[in-house]
């Protein structure tokens, strides 16, 4: 969900000496004498400012520039691995403790942290150029620079109907909703601040503090200055956050040189977290992964049985999601690396599951409970003693898996070619991204079809033999 940030505690292991405010000049002289990026004009004075106002210096070793993924942080000088390239104090980061204490006390338990720290973003817009938080909050994305997919319109949304983060979106929008309409009512007792607050104003907040905010034992942060940081999902570099120390800081994991973008790893998030919270897409990510779901039918006469075996052996089946004719449950596939049978295969859960759904008879699913008790518990964990039931299992798995990758490969043709002279920069863009998307779990459906099919010929050559 959220950027996580990692808490050391008192086991923070790399501290620098205070540096003094003295080295703030320096910054803008460096970059100004980089010539790969154009800093922005309007935030010469935004580190400065920063630094003010914590009394700190924040960074001797970045400055703000632009990239293609919007603002960015570049090294100013080189960067050895191990130097911290930024720290900034709690006192300058936004979090639930800024709410203004009358407004806190009458939100209920549904606010959560995100809320809580959007209230405060839309608190402070409202104060405007009398906010001590100005330079910072006015340089925040509008809405029409972001891109979560809670912004898209239904027809944006239908590209990537294949997803679960279709409904995942669907949800997220009524959460949204749903708390926006539990802090209306503490907005009533402050109408010169909140009256004219719409849900629209307090989504495009909610999306800031999803797509900026790291997480910490105090709750969701706004982290000035490091929230202009990108992410690449293979660097080593996060934020971490002492809570005894009160600060925040970045350790870069490698050299840069002088004008070099920094990038850091917001988590190991795969194209649907990136898409829903931040609003991009990676065009090749390591973290990708399929949300699939498996039903018990009911016409299946021996249903309740195995709903009851599952819920049993701690796999509770998701009624809330099942309508009337089926039982549901949800699996993730991460890729699977080797398609020989070797190496990581598709997860247990999910073939346990097939195993349990393909069984005919009630002494095949006693056997199964019987088998559970004598090891770990867990429900048809092993390969079945009845091996053309084990490869029917996983055989039918194969075959709900690849028509899941045919439905996505027709809904990316569906797309159409990669540049569509006319389609406005806003649909081209987001396209893009459903692009990214689906080939990303369509890959990982792939590499989950080809283990199968190598597994099921295993044991049907063993079989033979
Ligand atoms: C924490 S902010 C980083 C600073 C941001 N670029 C800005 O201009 O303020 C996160 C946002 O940066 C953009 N972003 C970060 N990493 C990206 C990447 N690898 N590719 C595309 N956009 C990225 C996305 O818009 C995301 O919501």
Not at 89 to 113: I, T, W
Not at 166 to 188: C, H, N, P
Request: charged share 25%; aromatic share 8%; hydrophobic share 35%.
């Amino acid at each position: 969900m959220l950027l996580v940030a990692r808490q050391f505690g008192n086991r923070w292991w790399r501290r620098r000496p205070h540096i003094g405010l003295s080295h703030t000049a320096i910054i803008k002289l460096n970059f100004h004498s980089l010539p790969q990026t154009k800093v922005e004009e309007e935030l010469d004075d935004f580190l400065p400012w920063l630094q003010r106002k914590s009394g700190t210096e924040i960074s001797s070793a970045l400055f703000i520039g632009k990239s293609t993924h919007g603002r960015s942080l570049f090294a100013s000088k080189s960067i050895r691995a191990g130097d911290c390239i930024l720290r900034v104090p709690y006192s300058v980061q936004l979090a639930p403790d800024n709410l203004l204490p009358e407004l806190k006390s009458l939100l209920g338990d549904q606010v959560g942290d995100v809320a809580k720290v959007a209230i405060v973003i839309l608190f402070e817009q409202k104060m405007g150029q009398d906010s001590e938080w100005a330079p910072y909050i006015s340089r925040l994305p509008r809405p029409e620079q972001m891109h979560s997919t809670i912004f898209w319109s239904e027809d944006e949304l239908e590209m990537i109907c294949q997803s679960s983060l279709y409904q995942e979106t669907i949800d997220l929008r009524s959460l949204v909703e749903k708390e926006f309409l539990a802090i209306r009512t503490a907005f009533e007792h402050f109408p010169e601040m909140f009256e004219s607050i719409t849900c629209k104003d307090f989504m495009h907040a909610y999306a800031l503090v999803t797509s900026r905010a790291w997480g910490s034992r105090k709750g969701y942060s706004l982290i000035p200055f490091a929230d202009f940081l990108n992410h690449d999902g293979t660097s080593e570099s996060v934020v971490l956050s002492d809570d005894d120390k009160h600060f925040s800081e970045v350790i870069a994991d490698r050299n840069y040189a002088p004008g070099e973008q920094v990038l850091i790893r917001y988590g190991n998030f795969s194209n649907a977290t990136l898409l829903l919270d931040f609003g991009f897409t990676l065009p090749y990510n390591i973290h990708d992964q399929v949300q699939i779901q498996g039903n018990i039918p009911h016409h299946d006469i021996l249903c309740e049985l195995k709903l009851e075996l599952l819920k049993r052996h701690h796999r509770p089946i998701n009624n809330a999601m099942t309508g009337f004719n089926s039982s549901m449950d949800c699996f993730t596939i991460k890729e699977v690396r080797s398609g020989s049978g070797k190496g990581k295969g598709i997860p247990q859960s999910l073939r346990a599951f097939a195993r349990v759904l393909c069984c005919t008879s009630r002494e095949e699913l006693n056997d199964l409970a019987k088998e559970a008790a004598q090891h770990d518990g867990r429900l048809a964990r092993r390969t079945l003693t009845n091996r053309s039931r084990e490869i029917e299992a996983h055989q039918m798995l194969k075959e709900k898996l690849t028509q899941l990758a045919e439905d996505y490969d027709a809904s990316i043709k569906s797309l159409g070619p990669e540049s569509s002279p006319g389609a406005c920069k806003r649909l081209s863009l987001r396209r893009q991204m459903a692009r990214d998307l689906l080939n990303g779990e369509l890959r990982i459906l792939k590499s989950a079809c080809a283990w199968l099919k190598d597994y099921c010929a295993t044991l049907t050559a063993a079989d033979r033999h």
